[in-house]
């Protein structure tokens, strides 16, 4: 059974920083691609909005809203994703959603195959 559990959430002042990591178990983790996922408070009907994901063989991605702010990172020997987040603006306060592709890359939340349960973000103005 694959577990993913996130840690690192909390307040932040805008302009802060926050390292969000996420340990994996239950299946080979360098075999998947991984991911972090969002959703803002109150918006639970709405999509999860794609943030990063860094694919098997190291490739990373991000969404528009993140580039140059956020650096997804793995480390295959732990078993963990990490989310460094800097530069933090109130519209970056979400609950943060760890994810384990279903195969070696995540190019979409349709790729999403195990999530986490979210940790969340709060960054005050």
């Known amino acids: 059974q694959v577990q993913l559990d996130e840690s690192g959430g909390g307040l932040v002042q805008a302009g802060g920083s926050l390292r969000l990591s996420c340990a994996a178990s239950?299946?080979?983790?360098?075999?998947?691609?991984m991911g972090w996922f969002r959703q803002a408070p109150g918006n639970g009907h709405a999509e999860r909005e794609f943030?990063?994901?860094?694919?098997?063989?190291?490739?990373?991605y991000y969404g528009d809203s993140v580039k140059g702010r956020f650096t997804i990172s793995r480390d295959n020997a732990r078993n963990t994703v990490d989310l460094q987040m800097n530069s933090l603006k109130p519209e970056d306060t979400a609950v943060y959603y760890c994810?384990?592709?279903?195969?070696?890359?995540?190019?979409?939340?349709?790729?999403?195959?195990?999530w986490g349960k979210g940790t969340l973000v709060t960054v005050s103005s």
């Open positions: 994810a384990q592709a279903k195969g070696a890359t995540l190019t979409s939340i349709g790729a999403v195959e195990y």
């Open positions: 239950g299946r080979t983790f360098s075999n998947y691609g």
């Open positions: 943030v990063a994901a860094i694919y098997r063989n190291f490739e990373r």
